[in-house]
């Protein structure tokens, strides 16, 4: 397949340099590349299309009238990460994940920080993400934060920032896990050839982790689902499968002195870790939201008791706030002294009057982003909007400045993506995922996304992103 | 096993089941109707009788042209036991409980689902012979029965599969055997002609039991097609064959090995069954074939509520929310 006149224009390009060179680190991705004809590569796709089709690998999609499951297109040609790139980023990673971690613990406890002055305090606690009901407790073992999966970006200079701290219930790992063993038959001499790190061994070490959580020998252990509506329900239950644990709803569950039980067959079952997906708010109806029905009632006086571990821990989420964000370098400084590796984007709050003004007079070159919305809804992309957009987000600001966060327009890097009869630049981020179990660890892989249309920032799922495999190499 | 998940394995068991069935269905009445002297026109009604939805067909079709048949048995999604519903419904069930099925019959459910999709948009109703293609689908579903057999582990999951496997299975091996109660013989006197024969050889290999009944009975006639189909001990779609079957998971299920029962599903199944192992051909036929075989699935469907309640039935969080299926 021929690569000439490819051009990634302005941006970052992971595979070429910007006079065209191949990146040593794709050089045997590459020549594989050269050898292997157009005609074979789309025949490699389309089966690789067949292939997720048929393992069912799908997610739902909200107010879409077009059939409910979707399939998650999987470009072959993966995204490539370097072994000391990756040791960057994963000492990065840790060291982002220790510091949140210690933040919630100081936030539900002392508050040391917010009495310290280093974060306002009604930032904080006005948040509706901080959540009363957890004020004094410590969850088992001390871990809020099991489970994270940290957004990323690479800008023109080729460094990365860290764009989004997913602390609550990060979702697409099970896209990481099937993508890999799609792309594995696509290039079958490859993986051994380029020393591709494995990730398939990431649902045992979220089991150990998860049975971490409880002091009985033989913990029994579930994934919580909202059900088969939600639009990771596919990963719900993937993830399930993979460690050999039951796949629970609300209604499956009772709880009873302060104890959660399974209804079985056989009648009632103790359950004692649950990893939930269900959003903190929808978890108790008794202490969250009342309308709540897939939670369980009860649940959170049991996890109190010290009767169900639950993760991540409930009220996670007031850390991963986008104007939280801001502040987690000064967070990783207070916490652990040290500087923070990974670099944060410049973030403008608009419920501080300086930034505000600075945002509604630059709008134009900005990114505006709700700190509640997720899924890349609620967000103005200035350079690409109208002036009417301009305008009524400027009036969305002023009537509701604490919602609205804004930082400047961040160059996304590309990678090659099959498109037609040739390969062109696609937007990417990524996603790795961090376990924290006895020690916190970064899974060597990740979730790229790619946003599959010519020019497009947006690489959600939601909004026609794709996604690519992702190759952390051995050296 | 958890409760919710007992109850889409069994109703998982007994969409396949039906799907498959109805799938033989069509075949049967393709057979009959082509051996059909010529004076005598394509008999499309009987099949929609048999199934038990002729009241529903007859609010959404005019007549029986066989394309229409066809369409809604096969692919009509408002008939909820048509192939496509049935299939569909199997898949939603498989897709519930992923988790608990192995790789292999997850994917050949799914892959089952878009084959029935796949003859929707090629409109297989309006192909001159369609058999090919229910002839797929039953082996795709014989398949995923094969590979389950091979690779599912012996707890209450495959207990309770099975469970829904037998039950719609008898029920369905019933129904077939009715289709040749409605099938219209140009008059009476032609009981026994070789029309009539001809009929029941068709419906003999529907359920692919020709060649055995040939063994075991040798004379092909109504008394022995009948005491084949509905009480022989050994033909694993005779209706008493699936009904010991069945009870035997439900004492899988409960652990009860001592006989007896110890519980209400287990009991009216005994009972059922200990009438059929005991049954003369003779007094089915003197109530009456058709009169017969209602009973017994009206006693089928008494059975599987039984089973709902003892196994399924969850106490409910908030209100009451436990997911019947028919």
Sequence with gaps: ?475 | MLSRVANHIYWLGRYLERAENYARFIDVNFNLMQDLPLDLKEQWQPLVAATGDLELYKTRYEGFGRGQVLYFLAFDPDNPNSILSAITKARENARIIRENLSKETWEKVNELYYMIQEGMDKKIWKKEDPRFFFEKIKNQILLLYGIADSSVARTEGWYFRQLGQFLERADKTSRILDVKYHILLPSTSEVGTPLDFLHWMALLKSVTAFNTYRRLYGNIDSAGIVEFLVLNKLFPRSIYYCLKEAENCLHHISGNFGGGYQNPAEKAIGELKSRLEFAEVNEIISIGLHEYLDSLQLRINHISNLIDSNFFTIKDNFVTQTQHQE
């Design chain 1, 1 to 475: 397949m021929k690569t000439d006149g490819y051009s990634a224009g302005e941006h970052f390009d992971e595979m070429f340099t910007p006079d065209g060179q191949i990146r040593s680190h794709y050089e045997g991705f590459f020549q594989n590349l050269k050898k292997t004809s157009t005609k074979k590569m789309n025949q490699l796709q389309y089966s690789a299309n067949q292939t997720q089709r048929a393992m069912g690998m799908t997610f739902n999609v909200y107010h879409d009238n077009q059939g409910m499951e979707k399939i998650l297109h999987l470009d072959i040609i993966p995204r490539i990460i370097p072994n000391t790139e990756w040791r960057k980023l994963e000492a990065g990673l840790k060291q982002r994940v220790h510091a949140l971690n210690l933040f919630l613990q100081d936030i539900y406890n002392d508050q040391k920080i917010l009495k310290d002055g280093i974060i306002p305090a009604d930032l904080i606690l006005g948040s509706k993400d901080f959540l009363k009901p957890c004020i004094g407790l410590t969850p088992p073992k001390g871990i809020w934060c099991h489970i994270t999966g940290t957004d990323l970006v690479k800008d023109k200079s080729g460094e990365y920032y860290i764009l989004e701290d997913n602390l609550r219930c990060p979702s697409g790992v099970s896209y990481m896990l099937e993508s890999r063993e799609i792309i594995k038959r696509v290039y079958p001499q490859l993986f051994s050839q380029e020393g591709v790190m494995p990730v398939s061994d990431y649902p045992t070490k979220l089991l150990r982790m998860l049975q971490n959580l409880s002091n009985k020998a033989k913990p029994v252990v579930g994934v919580l689902t909202p059900g088969i509506y939600n639009s990771a329900y596919y990963e719900h239950s993937y993830l399930a499968l993979q460690m050999g644990v039951e796949l629970v709803n609300g209604v499956d569950l009772i709880v009873e002195n302060k104890k959660v039980y399974m209804q079985t067959t056989k009648g009632l079952e103790q359950i004692d870790v649950l990893y939930r997906r269900i959003d903190d708010s929808f978890l108790d109806p008794l202490t969250f939201n009342p309308d709540s029905m897939l939670g369980v009632p009860g649940i959170f006086e049991a996890y109190k008791a010290g009767n169900i571990a639950l993760a991540n821990a409930p009220g996670t989420g007031v850390a991963d706030d986008k104007a939280v964000y801001a502040y987690v370098p000064r967070i990783i400084k207070y916490y652990l002294g040290e500087e923070p590796i990974l670099n944060n984007v410049p973030t403008y709050l608009c419920r501080e009057e300086n930034d505000r003004n600075y945002v509604l007079e630059n709008i134009h070159e900005l990114v505006v982003k709700e700190t509640n919305a997720a899924g890349g809804y609620g967000m103005l992309i200035g350079p690409k909007a109208s002036r009417q957009e301009h305008e009524k987000f400027r009036d969305l600001i002023k009537n509701n400045p604490t919602n609205y966060i804004a930082q400047p327009t961040l160059s996304l890097s590309t990678v090659p993506t099959l498109v037609g009869d040739g390969i062109q630049g696609r937007h990417v981020d990524l996603r790795p995922y961090i376990l924290y179990g006895k020690e916190i660890e970064v899974i060597p892989g990740a979730l790229t996304r790619v946003a599959l249309k010519e020019g497009s920032l947006v690489v959600n799922s939601s909004q026609g992103g794709g996604s690519k495999d992702t190759w952390v190499l051995y050296n």
